[in-house]
């Protein structure tokens, strides 16, 4: 089951040699999947984050996804967009040729 679908991803790259992490803006995420939990991170970087699972296709996916819904001035073009956990999921597919 697809989650979330977007030619409108804001490509973060993180530091630490992690995978580019694409971020989807809300209207492309299928809201009805995902559920907000108690956990919150702090980036020094990006600002507060909060998690979501996602419950699709009969799977379970606890914290599965987050946000940054007050993201720091400087990267307010992501704010309120969602990611996924790529260990978590079963595929993100990143089409950089639209």
Same mark, same amino acid.
């Given at each position: 089951?697809? %989650?979330?679908?977007?030619?409108?991803?804001?490509?973060?790259?993180?530091? $630490?040699?992690?995978? &580019?992490? &694409?971020?989807?803006?809300?209207? =492309? %995420?299928? /809201?009805? /999947? #995902?559920? &907000?939990?108690? !956990?919150?991170? =702090?980036?020094?970087?990006? @600002?507060?984050?909060?998690?979501?699972?996602?419950?699709?296709? @009969?799977?379970? #996916?606890?914290? @599965?996804?987050?946000?940054? =819904?007050?993201?720091?001035?400087? /990267? /307010?073009?992501?704010? $309120?967009?969602?990611?996924?956990? $790529?260990? !978590? %999921?079963?595929?993100?597919? %990143?089409?950089?040729?639209?």
């Amino acid at each position: 089951m697809i %989650v979330a679908d977007s030619g409108a991803t804001i490509t973060m790259y993180e530091s $630490g040699g992690y995978a &580019p992490v &694409p971020y989807f803006p809300p209207e =492309h %995420v299928r /809201l009805d /999947l #995902l559920t &907000p939990t108690a !956990k919150s991170t =702090h980036c020094p970087y990006k @600002g507060n984050a909060s998690y979501w699972t996602i419950e699709a296709g @009969g799977k379970r #996916l606890d914290d @599965g996804a987050w946000s940054y =819904h007050s993201p720091y001035d400087e /990267l /307010l073009d992501m704010g $309120g967009r969602f990611t996924f956990y $790529g260990d !978590k %999921v079963d595929a993100i597919v %990143v089409d950089e040729n639209g």
